[in-house]
Nanobody
Framework: QVQLVESGGGLVQPGGSLRVSCTVSGRTFSSGTMGWFRQAPGKEREFVAALRWSGGGYATHYRDAVQGRFTISRDSGKNTVYLQMNSLKPDDTAVYYC????????????????????WGQGTQITVST
């Protein structure tokens, strides 16, 4: 059984940093796609970042609102994906979900959560004073 388990959420002040982790069990996604989505109260779920296998390495992709502030990375040895979030803003407040797909998604399919067949349970991140 494949499981994605997020950890590391919590409360942080505006301008602060936080790192969330997604540990995978049951299989690896070394040649596939992994990423993060988020959903704020009353808002639609939205793409945050993704990591795609691309030949000799991994390509990263971000939504414009987090470009330059968030960094997605992976530790293959630990079968874990991370999302480092810096310069956090109140607008970043949401439940963050780890997602995965067993193959390399084409670019146009990254942004739609329906294209990912594995989801974690989510972790709450609140940016507030």
């Amino acid at each position: 059984q494949v499981q994605l388990v997020e950890s590391g959420g919590g409360l942080v002040q505006p301008g602060g940093s936080l790192r969330v982790s997604c540990t995978v069990s049951g299989r690896t996604f070394s040649s596939g796609t992994m990423g993060w989505f988020r959903q704020a109260p009353g808002k639609e779920r939205e793409f945050v970042a993704a990591l795609r296998w691309s030949g000799g390495g991994y390509a990263t992709h971000y939504r414009d609102a987090v470009q330059g502030r968030f960094t997605i990375s992976r530790d293959s040895g630990k079968n874990t994906v991370y999302l480092q979030m810096n310069s956090l803003k109140p607008d970043d407040t949401a439940v963050y979900y780890c997602v995965a797909h067993g193959s390399r998604l084409i670019l146009s399919r990254l942004w739609n959560g329906q294209n990912y067949n594995y989801w974690g349970q989510g972790t709450q991140i609140t940016v507030s004073t």
